[in-house]
């Protein structure tokens, strides 16, 4: 393959992870090595940055600044959630992306991001391709909700679910401190796929974790789960249920929906359930069993909290953006880098490449033989797969008792 | 003093940290040193455990386990909300704790707990000194609220310091990654006193912080929070708030009622801003501004994050045990071991002690001089006491990716 020369773009996308930096580290620190990349440029707000010629010239960034991304949380050049048209119905962004390209030689574009994100990195990549303008294109993969298609997980769930296990032991021990019990409902992010919900199995692994599990794979059935709860309340004195926000009755109806409709009616429930879903479910317990209740979303705390981070999700990250651009200097181009995991007793994950039509906007939801048959939790399969992903402890330098995140000087790229 | 030979009883009270264990650990490991001391009991569930002669032979415990209740969240023997009535009202529980006290020639007394529990701590201090039972009585403080009077901190207040700190850092991180801005309201625990929301002052203090911050010092004004939260949203596009659970107005009704009277009148507001404080100031500011809005309330977790405790508190909460056993064995009683912070510009903290009648049901707050005029932040005095009170890193063991916690045996003792 012949080499290409010319100018490289990065961008993030979807929601932010305590990874994603650890990506973009991986990609700017590898780019800024290779020859024939002569610029190395990072898009402010993802896809938008480059529509709106709104991008920083990484080379102008502190060494030391680009290395403490690997354990700085959230997007540091601004994420964006932005869907391009069909090429073949609306033309428009795509001829301003490319006069873009044009204008900077961009020859290589890396997309950071989870389903959408690789939908719009597949767009980008098949329209230069139709019109003939030689760019290499490669997906990133990153999510908290591990649902991407075609790798065995995707970086960012495994600290979410490091954080995720790791509070739930917590809270499991300061829920049970007084002689009279308590149930907690815990709310955990993940709209379709229970990935991230199901990570709180490892707590019940460890003994010290929810008694109650439901994901959205798995149609949530309100009066069996009052009952398995209130059984359980009635024999142990405290309860934990974790449910992830996306469960749906057997008619696909949000159960988070369920809260508003309760107080129009103003039934026996009263107004007091409202708010979030885990205080809906805790406040139907209330009502049922009598129990002290209490509702805990981890909110966007699952997702930032980097100085809880898995070395293992960091240093995988990592690899992804550092082989992203490995592979497209070598020629390759249309993938998205994704995981497989290796055969045998020790965890070891390769890097292949997928390809981007396949990966783009395809679920990968939690097996149903994952899930035990009456639907409250998950099987020994599960956290098999989940443990490797936990491992090893990743925080940033701390100073003053608090983190020291990466400050970077966004330098505008010029023409 | 002459020397008192007996058994010692210790007891846990209130709601739990993330180090009240540490200073159990000060407690058993110096009383399991001493010759004068005979048994170490722990009390199951505070002065319940004592009154219902439930409580566990504390030499039975490997001492592995009781090393690891150092970096051990919650309460390992539970907790107690147990008020005690006054003696000269009724005697009944303090013939019974008396008689138990005989039963086992208990004397030695160490309670651990905030401010109701040295209520505890004083009224069996003094009712054993009426009866002219010799028994050696001493308070270990312990809240995350911070508001213990006559010492200059309480364990347990660094690491909710610590964990309050961090976690608004990576939430002000991840709530700015899209080009469209939001409003974030954190609730933090702190029903009279703010020290606790105030420890989000030092996330601000390193740039990454809230704009607002109220505390239940301060009477709240609603219409101002709108006034000033709205000129912010329209200035900069993002803005955080960090509020007390137990700020008032001036009439001092808890503005966390707010959210149910709205919803009881069917306002302009609607339902939506139903659930806790911070949903209901969200929503509020939603309406009035269109941004969009999250609320995150950090619940249990601010209080049993041991994954990110502060050495220093660490330290401070198993000295604070240690040095009750010491000073009870050496002849004092009836007190409290109290922080004194010693002068210089280094931070160091002596221990002293100060009398149980003082500290019983005394509130310290925060010193209004330390709230910004308009009372919305904290001034560099309050950063300067609070900043040496969450240094170092304590987190417990790890195994599987997620912490070990102690398992006790809890053996019951037995006569």
Redesign the interface.
Known sequence: MAELKGACIFG?SGG?T?VINASAAGVIQEALKQDCITHVYGAA?GI?GILEENFYDMSKEDPYELDLLKT????AL????YKLKNADEDETDYKRLLEVFKKYNIRYFFYNGGNDSMDTCNKVSKYMQKVGYECRVMGVPKTIDNDLWGTDHCPGYGSAA?YV???T???Y???????KGMI?VLEIMGRNAGWLTAASA??AY?G?GPDLIYLPEVPFDMDKFIEDASALYKKNGNVIVAVSEGIKDKNGKYISEYG?DL??TKDAFG??Q???LA?TLANILKEKTGAKV?A??F???Q??????G?LTDVNEAYLAGQMAVRYAVEGKTDYMVAFERAEGPEYKCNIKLVNLTDVANTEKKVPLEWIKKDGTGLTEDFIKYA?PL????S?PP?E????R?AKLKKVLATK
Chains 1, 2 share one sequence.
């Not at 700085?72 to 997007?75: E, G, I, Q, R």
């Not at 021990?173 to 002689?179: E, F, K, N, S």
């Not at 936990?390 to 402890?393: H, K, M, N, S, V």
Request: charge should be positive; hydrophobic fraction near 35%; glycine fraction near 8%.
């Open positions: 993030q932010p305590s707000h938008r700085t949380p959230s997007s601004g994420s964006v959630r490091k296990a790791t509070s032991m917590e809270v021990h300061d829920a049970r401190v007084y002689d907690i490892i707590a460890k010290a508003s107080a129009k107004h007091a409202l708010g979030g205080s209490r805990i979303e909110s966007l705390l997702r930032c909290a980097a100085h809880l898995s443990l936990i491992q090893g402890e925080r701390m003053d008792g608090v983190p995140f």
